[in-house]
């Protein structure tokens, strides 16, 4: 079975290990063909110059090719220096950020605009993917009265 996905990075750095595929899944369905490419600043520069006339780098574009198939641009070196940033992280770290943003830009290619809609589903998305493990308190057994923090395995 073919996933209908590509990732092609254009750039010098690594990318972390995310759960694009399951993401792309979820949000824009198995059929749909989505690339990702991760490129660096002049290059996110010029596409954005050329397609939104906009003279500047951004950390994500989206392009809707047909109803079925998209792709995502991200910018690398921009995106880690938003997350250095706090006023623009959202209080992410760089895979956290990057994770977000490619959620971001699957929305925009499903049809949806900037709205507190996008947003609820930004967040579903983020929590679900990577939250939802994070500082779970559950029953130690091992100890009658014990409660103890740690990650659920998935």
Known sequence: MQDNFAIANKTKKRIPVLPF???????????????????????????????????KATNVLSFT??????EIVLCPSLIEVEAKNKEKNFNKNYRE???????????????MQ????????????????????????RYDQSHSRGVRKGRKKS
Request: hydrophobic content about 30%.
């Open 65 to 70: 090719i047909s109803k079925s198939e998209g």
């Open 114 to 137: 900037h709205s507190s809609k996008m947003n609820r589903a930004e967040e579903k998305y983020d929590q679900k993917y990577f939250y939802r493990n994070r500082h779970r308190i």
């Open 21 to 55: 595929l399951a993401i792309k899944n979820d949000i824009l369905g198995k059929n749909y063909s989505l690339s990702l490419a991760f490129v660096d600043k002049k290059t996110s520069r010029k596409i954005n110059k050329t397609y939104r006339k906009k003279d």
């Open 97 to 111: 950020l990057l994770g977000f943003l490619v959620i971001h830009g699957m929305l925009h290619l499903k049809g």
